[in-house]
Every structure is written in C-alpha cells, then in structure tokens.
C-alpha cells in the first residue's frame, strides 16, 4: 500500500454487493491517492464494473461506505461527479447524434459553457485525427472512432478522477500510444485514473498500482514489481492466472483444437 | 441542432421547476437532445428512412406523421356531431382514441420508456435523478401532447361547435385524464413484462403492436364506410355490470350523465371511475419508477436461454422439400431469419394479416350487394383466395433486406459454389413459413363455407400460388437474401413490376374462372400448372 500523508480520493469500506441472490462483492477495501494510475483488474464477472458504477452512483443498495473527494456519496448528491470523467465498457452513446451535438451536450451537463464545449470537442477530434467526422452520426462512425469519441466525451471537463473500462477497445496501434502517454501525463499533473482492462500488458505498463479482483474480493493489490516479488512470477498475465486459480488454460486449449479438428472432410 | 419551439413555451415554468428542486437549464438540455434523436426517428406509420441521409433533412419526420394522425382523428368527427345517443357514441370515440394513442406509443415511443443509455450517459453526470425523471415525463407528455393534438383536433372542433364550450372542456378534461391512464398502464404492463420475462420477449412484444397497429390501420380503411351507418342508429343504453371493464365506457359517461338523457346510478359511478382510476394508476406508477428502472437493466442483460422451440421441424421440413445438404442450410437459416428478424415482420406481417382477411372482404361485398348467403355457397366466390396471394410479391421481395447488412460477409467467405441453393432454400422456407399456413387456414375456412365440392380447386389455387411465388421471384431480380439495407421506397420504386405481378395473379385466376365451367376443365388447369411448375422450378434459379 502506497504510504501517503494526504486523505485518499476514493475510500471504499467494507463494500458488499448483491444481484438477485448472488453476492457479487464481498467487502472490497481500497483507499486511492492522488496521481495514482490503478489497473483494476480480474476475471469476467469479478466485479470490476460493479464496483465502479457504485461509485459513479449508477448501482444503488450497496452496503459499506463508499467516500469520494472525502464525501459519503450515497447520500444523493451529485455534484461530485462534475469531476469524474466515465469511459463505459460497452460504447453507450446516443449514436443518431452527431459527434458535436453528442459533446457539446455531454459537456454542458458537466457544467460547461456550450460555446467553451464545442471549441474543446472539436480541437480534442483534431488531435485525435477525427476532425472530419466532427459533423457526423456516431451511428456512421467505426469502432474506433466511437471509442476516441467516448473517450473525448469523458475528458472535456477536465475531471480529477477518470474511470476507463476498456478505453483502448477498438483503437489503432499509433492511438493506443497516444492514450498511454496522454494518461501518464494527466496522472503526473495530479489526476487519478482507474483502469480496468483485460490486456495484460498495457495494465503492466502504464499502471503506478495494480487492484486484482477475484469473486468479489480484492485478492492483490501493489505495484508490479511489488507482485512480482510476492508472487515470483515474470509477467501480469502469470501473475493474474496463478491469484485467480486458473491452470487448465494448456487443457483447455488441447480440448479446443481437439474440437475443432473433428470435421472430416 | 435547433431550438424547439416546445422548449420556449416551456422555459415560461422556468421558476416552478427550480422551486421544485430541478435543475432547469440541464433538463432543458436533454429535452432538446432528445427531440432532436426523436426527429431522426421514422414512426411505424411512415416507414423506414435512410439512415445516411442528412440530419436535418430527416427532423420533421415526426410533425409529417402527425397530418396522418389528424386525418385518421377527423374520421370520428361524425361521431361527435351527429346522433343524440351520448353514451353510445363517445364510447366509440373514446375506444377508438384509447386504441390509436396506445398502440402509437408502444409502437413508437417504446425506445424512449425504454432507453437503457440513459441511465449510463445521464447517470453519471451530475444531474440529479429528479432532473432526468422530469425530462423523461416532459418528454412523453410532449409526445402525447402532439399526437393526442392531432388526432383528436377535428373531433375537438366538431364538438365545440355542436355542443357548446362546456362540453368542449369536458371532452378535454377526460381526453387529458385517458392520456394519463394510458401512460401508466403502458409503464405498468412493461414492468410486468419485464418482471417476468428478459428484454427480447418485451422486444417482441412491442414488434408484434407495430404489426398489429399497421395491420388494424389497414383493415380500418376497409371498414370505416361500414362503421358510418352506425352513427345514426338508435339504442337504448341499458348499463350492464360488465361494463366496468370497459374503459372507453367510463370515459363517455359523464357526458350522458351531464348531456344525455340516461342518470343511472351506474353512470355515475363509470364517470368517477373515469378520473379517479387515471389519477390512481398514476400515483402506483409513480411509486414504481425505481422498480422499474431497475428492472429496465434487464434490457441490456443476456439472460441464458433454454433450446429454442420447434428445433426438430425446420430438420424434418427441409428433408423433406430440400435436395441437395446447402439448399437444407439455407433453408434452415431463412426460416430463423423469417421467424426472428423483427425488420422483417414488422414489414410483412401485417400484408400477411391482409391477405387472410382480404378474401372475406370481398366476399362480403357480394353478400352486401344483394347475394343470399345460400347463393354465395353455391357460387364462385372461393376464387377470392387468389386475393390470398397478393402479398407474395412484396414477402418475397423482403427477403433480400435486414437490419444488418453488415452480416452479409458470411456470404462472402463461406465456399459456395453457386448460389442456386441459397435463393432456393430461402424461397422454400418463405413458402413453408408463410404462405403454406396462411393457405391452409383460409382452406379450411373455405371448405367449411363451401363444402367439400372445391377441394380440387383448392389444389389448383396451390400449385398456382407455387407457381407464382416463383415468378414473382424471378421478375425480382432478388439480391442475395437478408443482405440488403431496408431503405425507404423499396417498395414504391418497384410500383410498375408489382402491378405486373398482380396482372399475372389476375391472369392466373381468370383462366381459373374461365376453365372452371368444363367437367374436366378443373383437372387439365391442374395437370398443365403442375408441369409449369416443375418446369419453373428448374429454370427459375439459373444464371443466379
């Protein structure tokens, strides 16, 4: 754990979930600071998302305490998420807008002035190559230009906390390093970024500190070389199978091929 | 983007939604958003547009819909002006407008009840749930607003000037009270739907209303010249103890009550019944939001699903009518197209539900027209059925849409080496799914009207239709099947060719009409169909 004299941004106590019977967190405990760049990590249904749409306030009925900006959010108000910036896993966007009309609105519910929000949205696209597009339909956009969408949406308003859950999904080679360098830049500024990701070696890189999650719980937390000692193992991947009690990825694999060789022809 | 002149009549209430804890300027916001995603939006009784088409071009979609509603609400103006049985007739009225409104708004404004992006895009701003609570009421109301306000304008004014203003208001009030009887109702039976079941039954459901809203319009037509000789009868209400389950019932009776002749105590129960129900299936639905919202997230989740249904007779079928293993998977795929696909339901389904009644229309225009019913039983009217096969044509022509088009690769990459089975299978599965059934019903309706004597034409008729559904597919010019965008006037631009195939359906019934007075006329039409058949099946799918 990261020793630091300041207040934690985030504070999560004692955090349990449940969904129709079935408890999806069971007392997750996680203190962030200022400038960290948490990879959030674990296997499908861990309960990554959960634990990051509580805090945007979008899941209700959760037990413990949950203290963002040091303020009991459950509490109903919503103030604090003027400063969070939300890249959602699955692109959600009212896609028979266009991508100014989708912006400057988002921007404005942040709190920003419309004119201030169409300038920034539209120098944002620019940098981001998409200057063309910047009157289209997002239902007319590919994959990776609604993902630097998303991603710009989350950005406009200059938030303090940022939450990505696979913000490089759909992205060019070239983009994906301008999305790392441009994270690393606005942690070292002071911003707080939670990353949850399925690619191993992007987390490994670009994370200050790693949160593993397995069956609702957080089964490792520290930064890599901290993990990598514990654990004695060379690479985040070794190190997410061996917490998350995966070894059958070798069987699994032989069964697949043996599967797929059945056809005669 | 522009600014709705709804949102400037409503910035007027700007103070009293501050007071009540709002954030004006926000909700005034998603309002216009939404607005704008809603004129991009083509309503079930226009039809699809072009999804590239310009933005702008498109945002009046919505207001052009509207003239079709007003010219649909003017139809009951006779009811409101002419007669004097109060109750009888605002009874109509009311059924008739529960009816449009309803199924206007589940057809049409299901996506906005509906919308899951909502609650991730809207909920993680900072606005506040009472916000985009009231934006997402302001929001319906704004549609109903307008789609009542057309339908009912001409009856309105047919009203105010035939019976006075305090009718008028009176008409207005419980117009007002049946919107919001319906909104609750609608929300309530969603939430039910949603309880019960996943997102894609719901999703279906809401498919099987547009098909019958297009379909009830359609007959509607048919229909509202009869319905007129009704306006001027004259029935003595008698209240009934069932009649509470009528709700356009409750709705009528406070004109009787207040304008009529008739004060039974019944009619004043019906008229409370008319605004405290409205009023309490509002506040159950207010207290229900939560639920609501919260059973709104099973829409985006994939709950497991236990083996579809009727999963050994697509396999049995196409053994039996498909030759050759690709033509049997193409059979197999068309039919879980035809069955699931609910662009393509939407569009054919109803002329579906039209040919089945199309037949009876007619028959009943003899019927009108003087015939005895004993002289119809007699007679020719079972040729009718080749109305039947008027909805070919465009069922087959549908086959080449969907809503995704981009699923066409797997045409690309898969090893075929022509594509005779896959226009032939796909053509197998539209006879087996849909026309088979729809000939089997109206047969058996028809034997029962006709007796027995018309089996053999009735094969006739079927290997006719075979016939023509082949035709029809060749004179097409299909491209390979579900791989075509569904775009606005489709069907128009191909008005010529369709009125072609309906002269060759015409043809194929006059030769019917024609042969059927020689004894063995019936059996050589028979003998020579079956061979043009085969003959057609041959060559129709070559050079594909």
């Known amino acids: 754990m990261p020793e630091s004299n300041h207040e934690p941004i985030i504070s999560i106590q004692g955090l349990e979930m449940n969904y129709g019977g079935k408890q999806v967190l069971k007392g997750i405990n996680l203190d962030v600071y200022e400038g960290q760049i948490i990879g959030y990590i674990g296997p499908n249904g861990a309960g990554k998302s959960t634990t990051v749409k509580i805090m945007l306030g979008l899941i209700k009925g959760y037990s413990g305490r949950v203290r963002i900006f040091g303020k009991e959010i459950s509490d109903g108000e919503v103030e604090y998420k003027a400063r969070i910036g939300y890249v959602p896993e699955i692109a959600e966007m009212y896609d028979s807008l266009t991508a100014q009309e989708y912006l400057t609105f988002v921007g404005e519910l942040y709190g920003l002035e419309r004119r201030l929000a169409d300038h920034k949205a539209q120098r944002l696209m620019e940098q981001f190559g998409l200057e063309e597009v910047y009157f289209n339909r997002i239902s007319s956009l590919s994959k990776g230009m609604r993902q630097k969408v998303l991603l710009i949406s989350s950005l406009l308003h200059n938030p303090d906390i940022l939450f990505l859950d696979e913000p490089l999904s759909g992205l060019d080679a070239n983009s994906v390093m301008v999305v790392k360098e441009m994270l690393a830049s606005l942690a070292a500024e002071g911003k707080t970024i939670f990353y949850s990701s399925h690619i191993m070696e992007v987390v490994e890189k670009i994370s200050s500190r790693i949160v593993l999650l397995n069956e609702g719980n957080v089964v490792a937390d520290g930064s890599f070389e901290q993990l990598q000692e514990q654990l004695h193992e060379g690479t985040l991947e070794e190190i997410f199978t061996e917490l998350t009690g995966y070894h059958e990825h070798k069987d699994t694999a032989a069964r697949i091929v043996s599967i797929v060789k059945e056809v005669q022809r | 983007m522009n600014d709705f002149k709804t949102l400037i009549v409503l910035d007027r209430c700007k103070a009293l939604f501050e007071k009540a804890g709002m954030d004006y300027v926000q909700m005034r916001r998603i309002l216009q958003i939404k607005l704008t995603m809603d004129g991009r939006r083509a309503p079930t009784l226009i039809g699809k547009t072009s999804r590239s088409a310009d933005p702008d071009e498109l945002s009046n979609q919505f207001l052009k819909s509207l003239w079709i509603y007003a010219v649909m609400g003017a139809v009951m103006t006779p009811f409101v002006v002419r007669g004097h049985n109060l109750i009888f007739q605002m009874s109509i009225v009311f059924g008739i407008l529960m009816f449009m409104i309803t199924t206007s708004l589940i057809s049409d404004f299901s996506s906005v009840l509906l919308d899951v992006r909502d609650h991730t895009i809207l909920g993680s701003k900072p606005v ?61 039976l969603y939430w039910l739907v949603l309880r019960f079941f996943d997102g894609e039954k719901l999703k279906d459901i809401i498919n099987y209303v547009q098909i019958g809203l297009t379909m009830v319009m359609a007959v509607g037509y048919q229909l509202i010249a009869r319905v007129f000789n009704l306006v001027d009868l004259q029935i003595g209400y008698e209240a009934q103890w069932w009649h509470v389950f009528l709700f356009p019932v409750w709705f009528a009776a406070p004109f009787e009550w207040l304008f009529g002749g008739y004060r039974g105590e019944a009619i004043i129960v019906f008229s409370l019944l008319s605004v405290l129900l409205p009023l309490l299936a509002v506040w159950i639905y207010v207290r229900m939001i939560p639920s609501f919202e919260a059973n709104l997230r099973k829409l985006s989740t994939q709950t497991s699903r236990k083996k579809g249904r009727g999963g050994r007779w697509p396999d049995v079928l196409g053994r039996w009518i498909c030759r050759s293993r690709e033509e049997r998977v193409f059979f197999r795929f068309a039919l879980g197209m035809i069955r699931k696909e609910r662009d393509y339901k939407l569009k054919v389904y109803p002329s579906l539900g039209l040919s089945l009644i199309f037949p009876f229309i007619f028959m009943f225009n003899t019927f009108n027209s003087g015939s005895s019913w004993e002289e119809i039983r007699s007679g020719n009217s079972y040729l009718f059925m080749y109305f039947c096969a008027v909805m070919i044509p465009s069922a087959v022509m549908m086959l080449q849409y969907t809503s995704t088009p981009k699923g066409a690769w797997i045409f690309n990459t898969v090893p075929l080496r022509n594509h005779e089975p896959v226009y032939k299978g796909t053509l197998k599965a539209c006879i087996a799914q849909l026309i088979l059934p729809i000939f089997v019903m109206e047969s058996i309706i028809f034997t029962v009207i006709f007796g027995v004597r018309i089996l053999p034409d009735l094969l006739v008729i079927l290997i006719m239709t075979l016939l023509y559904t082949v035709i029809s597919f060749r004179l097409m010019g299909l491209e390979m099947p579900f791989t075509e965008p569904a775009q606005a006037g489709t069907q128009s631009g191909r008005a010529g060719l369709m009125l072609l195939l309906f002269l060759i359906l015409g043809a194929m019934a006059g030769l019917h009409f024609a042969l059927r007075f020689s004894t063995y006329g019936v059996y050589v039409l028979m003998a020579v169909a079956l061979i043009a058949n085969i003959a057609a099946w041959k060559l129709a799918f070559r050079n594909l």
């Open chain 2, 128 to 188: 506040n749930a009472k916000t985009i609570n009231m934006a997402k009421a302001i929001h319906i109301m704004i549609y109903l607003f307008f789609i009542t306000g057309s339908i009912t304008a001409a009856p309105l004014v047919g009203v105010l000037f035939r019976h006075g203003i305090v009718f008028f208001l009176i008409f207005v009030l419980e117009i007002v009270l049946m919107d919001l009887l319906i909104v609750a109702i609608t929300a309530l």
